[in-house]
């Protein structure tokens, strides 16, 4: 039996017509860049995470790029984020010219350890962005709390949590605005480059949509300087298709996530994932921790089912981020993870045949 790590085709035949109608009307009404099919889709998203504004852009990157400059952040300023995380978090922080400053994760949700929080603040810190890992959301409440006492902004890093729950609270809702990713792996993906921010600061979403369209808000008149971070009209049709069945896929990759844990929950050697009281974790990627895992990893593609490592190497590691003068042992959960991460095939149209064949293998394999 083959195993994909992801099959996004199974999903395209299963909203064949929907997204052929989608990208019809789009170039019926030629609205290719911006325009009505990515305002409607900004209206229906923004209702999705209980918030008010969503602008639509080109990517997950430039939804964390955005906020940090309508916020002012600069030169001389730091952000404090996770090790755990795909560089774009860290990128995002660099390209406004400021430093990315980490604190280690905790070692059963894999999100920001918010009692390392407060030490890695300094007088320089302007803002938070811990990242809702894997589709578990972060414990906010410890980080929303030390972020008001010291005057600094939260930014959710929701690229990987669209439609999760903290305390009932749905990712994005929380801090002062939100990223979200619609790579095309992501719980909601696009055809394509895309992402949005949400926020409830009406100011913030004004700067923001400015920004993305050059500075402007009268055509050819440019106030500031910007960016072209439009999102595509295809891409927002797309995306509203598809934003209906959301809900649905994440309780199916829930309900996989389910299969897998009765499966190898009680296997020694491994950790599996552990979902907080607090949160409804929507999977995005369902990582185990193993010893060894490069040869487990090669052991399961001989029998055709197919993993990935979410992330091999933590940021502060890269050679990217060799001037930050972080070596091993800065963060030792984060780099002890980032040995043992294995993820499992996971999207919503896996079988549960197919869980059982992944998980009889990996039994067989420990
Ligand atoms: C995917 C992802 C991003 C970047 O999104 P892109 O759309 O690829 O630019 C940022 N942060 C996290 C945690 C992600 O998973």
Not at 146 to 157: C, F, G, K, P, S
Request: net charge negative; aromatic share 10%.
């Amino acid at each position: 039996m083959r195993v994909p790590f992801l099959d996004l085709k199974a999903q395209y035949d299963s909203i064949r017509d929907e997204i052929h109608g989608a990208i019809d009307a789009v170039i019926e009404k030629t609205a290719f860049a911006g325009g009505p099919f990515v305002t409607q889709f900004e209206n229906e998203f923004a209702d999705f995470c209980d918030c008010q504004f969503a602008i639509g852009v080109g990517s997950g990157t430039e939804a964390l790029w955005l906020p940090l400059l309508a916020l002012g952040v600069g030169p001389g300023d730091e952000v404090i984020t996770v090790p755990s995380t795909f560089i774009a978090t860290a990128e995002a922080i660099s390209l406004c010219g400021a430093t990315p400053v980490f604190v280690d994760i905790d070692e059963h949700t894999y999100n920001m350890n918010s009692d390392l929080l407060e030490a890695a603040i300094t007088p320089k810190t302007k803002a938070v962005i811990p990242v809702h890992l894997f589709g578990q959301p972060v414990d906010m409440d410890p980080i929303l709390e030390i972020a008001r006492e010291h005057n600094l902004y939260v930014i959710e890093d929701a690229c990987q949590a669209h439609g999760s729950e903290y305390k009932g609270k749905k990712a994005g809702s929380m801090g002062d605005a939100a990223a979200f990713s619609f790579y095309p792996g992501k719980n909601l993906g696009a055809y394509g480059e895309g992402g949005a921010i949400v926020t409830n600061n009406a100011e913030m979403a004004d700067t923001m949509k400015i920004f993305r369209d050059h500075g402007q808000s009268q055509k050819y008149y440019h106030g500031m300087i910007g960016w072209n971070a439009r999102m595509d009209g295809i891409q927002g049709a797309i995306l509203s298709a598809k934003l209906k069945h959301l809900e649905s896929w994440n309780e199916a990759r829930r309900k996989n996530a389910s299969f897998y844990n009765e499966f190898i929950r009680d296997l020694d050697g491994i950790i599996t994932p552990y979902e907080a009281d607090y949160a409804k974790h929507v999977y995005h990627i369902y990582a185990i921790r193993v010893q060894n895992r490069d040869q487990l990893i090669s052991k399961l593609a001989e029998k055709e089912i197919f993993c990935g490592i979410h992330y091999p190497v933590p940021v502060h590691l890269q050679d990217a981020y060799k001037s930050l003068g972080l070596g091993k042992g800065s963060f030792p959960v984060a780099e002890k993870c980032a040995e043992e991460f294995v993820s499992l095939p996971m999207f919503p149209e896996l079988t549960e045949e197919q869980i059982e064949y992944v998980a009889t293998n990996i039994k067989e394999l420990i």
